[in-house]
């Protein structure tokens, strides 16, 4: 499999050569989606939190003697009956919502969907998109240039979740040259994770050579 390589000015310069077990692999719905859903819940924390009738305070009186009042038989105010009383089955904030994946479907489950992502035209490889400077001005202005190439014209769009950009290695001043376009995050290739790859419309590959590297490591 061969694809296009550009450079920040949307022009073509050069193929590469890529993995066809990391790019050309069949969709795979159900594995994608129980991963997804997995790494949701392994991330929500169990915050809500209900008091139920041994939390609350007060009740430890009878409220009235069993028989001959006339009013039905209670044993405490802290029944989820009463008002102010303990809830009944309400959620706890001992809940573990963690869900364990394993290794490889969830790294089948990232190539499964950069392999749909290649196929419907939504991912780009980027000779280089190193800054010099920290300037948000040069990052609007290379996706502006990249909005050039067919198929990616809505990547400079300022709404939604449009690009997601990988480098092969940490780079401070692209990281904070995109930081205030909110459309746009940043990332090393070695932290890609499907939850952010289904999140976003475009991914961008910086320097592929050194960058498909670590991503096909990553199968081993």
């Known amino acids: 499999m061969e694809a296009k390589i550009y450079n920040k000015k949307g022009e073509s310069v050069k193929e590469i050569e890529i993995p066809e077990n990391v790019f050309g692999l069949k969709w795979n719905g159900d594995l994608v989606s129980q991963t997804i859903n997995s790494i949701r819940s392994s991330v929500r924390k169990g915050t809500a939190h209900a008091k139920d009738r041994g939390d609350v305070s007060g009740g430890g009186k009878k409220p009235w003697k069993q028989k001959g009042t006339g009013r039905s038989r209670h044993g405490s105010i802290r029944s989820p009956i009463w008002v102010g009383g303990g809830v009944a089955h309400g959620p706890t904030n001992e809940k573990n919502y963690f869900r364990k994946i394993n290794k490889k479907a969830k790294i089948k489950a990232l190539f499964t969907l950069l392999s749909a992502k290649y196929k419907d035209g939504e991912i780009l490889f980027l000779d280089n998109i190193g800054l010099e400077k920290i300037k948000t001005k040069e990052a609007a202005s290379v996706l502006n240039a990249l909005s050039n190439i067919k198929g990616f014209e809505k990547i400079s ?64």
């Open 157 to 220: 769009y300022k709404t939604g979740k449009r690009a997601l950009i990988y480098t092969s290695k940490k780079e401070e001043n692209t990281v904070k040259s995109f930081r205030n376009i909110k459309s746009v995050s940043v990332e090393e290739i070695r932290n890609m994770d499907p939850f952010s790859v289904a999140n976003y419309k475009y991914v961008i590959v910086t320097d592929p050579e050194e960058s498909l590297k670590i991503l096909s490591s990553r199968n081993k």
